[in-house]
């Protein structure tokens, strides 16, 4: 079989935000950029992540914001129209691989498409197609998790539920992280009657504070969502229409439709047969602080298949900018993972920075904790909102907020503000004497500060 060779001075492999990053820098520095992927340009956060999850989570924060006025102003809570909300996500998605093919194209950057391998230490195979370069960026993402108990072929993805065209009455999602539970809160506000999530330990959501994380299960109970923990799925049998999921209690749990979402793994299918002599383990690619292969400095990884402390689109896209950065001007700048806000999109939603009560302790700091319920707060009453609370670490030496987790109306955004103090050392007294606009949600930062 004839070869096509080309050269490069850098080729990307994958297309999400940390590879959009990578290439555009690398391009606007003046390199010749290649890009490969072997599923439709723009990678999970637009096409199958972040950007469509969060049409089906506005659409349920929507019903539950009303649903929580019902005799209180509202007379009844709104219907979703499943159909109706997938159509509106699927316009948004629709022809975007396309486009952004015709962007790079228009831009100077070589495009590819197929499984990308590595034949060499500096080369990469795309079908027929060999590519040499300079430096290889690995942007490859991760891959859902899968067991391999009797029946798992029964089990759908998130992909999956993403692309539902009509919502099943009765769905499992098996896992206890953010995936599941966000999923769970769109499912029970869209009308399903039965949403069970299964958890194989007590302890769900383990990246979040377990105070923060206790509320949550409340507001999942109060939704009508069925949290199981200390139940593992052994098997799975279809008869009919019908799931039934076999747990290691020896319960049986029944449903039309199962997601399975117990975590992502880094895709490094680019690496099959070692010739790019790349070290990696289930954690991604070994990078040293300027995402560098610790085994070959002609390879960078950026995003989920780095073995990287986050797998967060806006962490892959600093990395993104960092390699891009690193190529170019010769390992300039290194990674700071000191401060990075997240945020679960659930009903409420929780937002997190920085370290836990526990994490704080072990570092040794003298701290204080700001903790309490927020249900009683105007801004939760004039929403209606039944579950919330705050818990923030404060350094009593410094007076430097070291963590802060929120579950309330709006948490995602007032995260970013506390992050933001963290990351310029403003202090929880500056916080609490700043003059916000009244009222919004931010505004209350100043109770939890002070």
């Not at 709104?78 to 159509?87: G, K, N, S």
């Not at 370069?133 to 992909?159: K, W, Y």
């Not at 209690?249 to 199962?258: E, M, P, S």
Request: aromatic share 6%; hydrophobic share 40%.
């Amino acid at each position: 079989m004839s070869r096509h060779s080309h050269s490069f001075d850098a080729v990307v492999i994958g297309t999400g935000t940390s590879a959009y990053y990578a290439a555009d820098g690398l391009n606007q520095g003046g390199k010749k950029v290649a890009i490969v992927d072997e599923r439709p340009y723009g990678g999970t956060c637009a096409l199958r992540g972040c950007q469509p999850k969060k049409y089906l989570v506005a659409n349920a924060e929507a019903v539950a914001m009303a649903s929580h006025l019902v005799g209180r102003g509202i007379v009844a809570a709104p219907r979703t129209d499943w159909p109706a909300l997938q159509a509106l996500k699927n316009e948004f998605l629709a022809g975007r691989p396309e486009a952004e093919v015709r962007d790079w194209q228009k831009d100077g950057v070589a495009t590819f498409h197929g499984s990308a391998r590595f034949t060499g230490t500096n080369e990469i195979r795309v079908g027929d197609d060999l590519l040499q370069a300079e430096h290889i960026v690995l942007a490859t993402g991760a891959t859902p998790r899968r067991t391999t108990i009797p029946g798992n072929e029964h089990l759908s993805i998130s992909d999956d539920f993403l692309d539902l065209p009509e919502l099943p009455d009765r769905l499992i999602f098996i896992g206890g992280g953010y995936i599941s539970f966000e999923f769970a809160h769109v499912a029970i506000r869209a009308g399903a009657s039965e949403v069970t999530i299964l958890h194989h330990s007590d302890r769900p959501m383990k990246a979040f504070d377990a105070e923060i994380v206790k509320v949550i299960l409340d507001a999942s109970k109060a939704a009508g969502i069925r949290v199981v923990l200390n139940e593992e799925p052994v098997a799975v049998e279809r008869s009919g229409t019908e799931l039934r999921i076999t747990g290691s209690t020896g319960n049986t749990h029944v449903a039309d439709f199962a997601v399975e979402a117990i975590g992502r793994v880094p895709n490094l299918s680019v690496l099959d047969g070692g010739h790019g002599r790349v070290d990696a383990d289930r954690h991604g690619v070994a990078v040293n602080s300027y995402l560098q292969s610790v085994s070959n400095p002609s390879v960078y990884a950026i995003g989920d298949c780095a073995a990287t402390p986050y797998m967060l689109a806006p962490v892959a896209d600093a990395e993104g900018k960092a390699a891009a950065r690193n190529i170019l001007g010769g390992n300039v700048e290194e990674m700071d993972y000191r401060v990075v806000p997240s945020a679960t999109f659930t009903l409420p939603p929780i937002g997190s920075v920085g370290l836990t009560e526990d994490e704080a302790r072990a570092k040794g700091h003298d701290i204080r904790i700001n903790r309490g319920d927020t249900t009683g707060w105007a801004s939760s009453k004039r929403i209606g909102e039944t579950h919330g609370a705050y818990k923030v670490i404060i350094d009593n030496r410094s007076d430097q907020i070291l963590g802060a987790h929120l579950a309330r109306h709006n948490a995602a955004e007032a995260i970013n503000v506390l992050a933001l103090a963290m990351k310029h050392r403003i202090t929880a007294a500056d916080l609490a004497g700043f003059m916000w606009a009244y009222p919004t949600i931010t505004s209350d930062l100043k109770h939890m500060v002070k």
